[in-house]
């Protein structure tokens, strides 16, 4: 069946450090989207891609969408403690719902 | 707007009791969904709605049942509670299916003991 893997599980970096999370589809997806949950948090909807090759970003962080629409990445630059939590990518599955990749839990020391 | 509101937030349940968690949304989205979360893992679907009167099946959704009476309410059922549907259950719903982004409720932490 459909898979949405993301790399790395873990990462943990020092204020002020970049960091990024890779997210990988078995299948072509329509969109990918991405999430953020705080620790004890739900899932928050950060942003949507849906061209290939597409670059969307937000203050520090920058969307990318691979050019196959298989792949995908988020970038954090300049890392602050407020960027702690899981990133979550997701993308259809079957049209009408949406499949999560594993998630990268994101640890930032100040 | 209050969103996607779930209750209860916490709740024990001995093995072999039944429960319903409430899920309810004022955004006038069709689809809904229910999804858990077992401890540093990720989002398994169990249960969708593309409407009113519409359920199916995603992909964990033995052990629950759900129903879709109305736009704004989608309760899930779990029947014969088990110390493996210990997790965190989030409602979520959306504008369109899979092409817009998801609000999720803040979740029920479900213990069964």
């Known amino acids: 069946g459909q898979q949405v893997m993301q790399i790395p599980q873990y990462q943990h970096v020092q204020e002020g450090e970049d960091f990024t999370t890779y997210c990988n589809s078995s299948t072509t997806l329509s969109n990918i989207q991405w999430y953020k949950q705080r620790p004890g948090g739900h899932p928050v909807f950060l942003i949507q891609?849906?061209?290939?090759?597409e670059v969307k970003k937000q203050k520090r962080l920058t969307f990318q969408f691979g050019e196959a629409k298989k792949n995908s990445s988020l970038h954090i630059t300049a890392t602050q403690t407020t960027d702690v939590g899981t990133y979550f990518c997701?993308?259809?599955?079957?049209?009408?719902?949406?499949?999560f990749g594993t998630g990268t839990r994101l640890q930032v020391f100040p | 707007n209050a969103g996607v509101t779930q209750t209860p937030k916490f709740r024990i349940l001995k093995i072999g009791q039944s429960m319903t968690l409430q899920c309810a949304q004022d955004m006038n989205h069709n689809y809904m969904y229910w999804y858990r979360q077992d401890p540093g893992m990720g989002l398994k679907l169990i249960y969708y709605s593309v409407g009113a009167g519409i359920t199916d099946k995603g992909e964990v959704p033995n052990g629950y049942n759900v129903s879709r009476s109305t736009t704004e309410d989608f309760p899930l059922r779990l029947e014969l509670a088990a110390p493996s549907q210990t997790s965190v259950y989030f409602c979520?719903?959306?504008?369109?299916?899979?092409?817009?982004?998801?609000?999720f409720g803040s979740g029920t932490r479900l213990t069964v003991v």
């Open positions: 979520a719903s959306s504008y369109s299916a899979g092409g817009s982004g998801y609000t």
């Open positions: 891609l849906v061209k290939s090759g």
């Open positions: 997701a993308g259809p599955w079957n049209t009408d719902k949406l499949i």
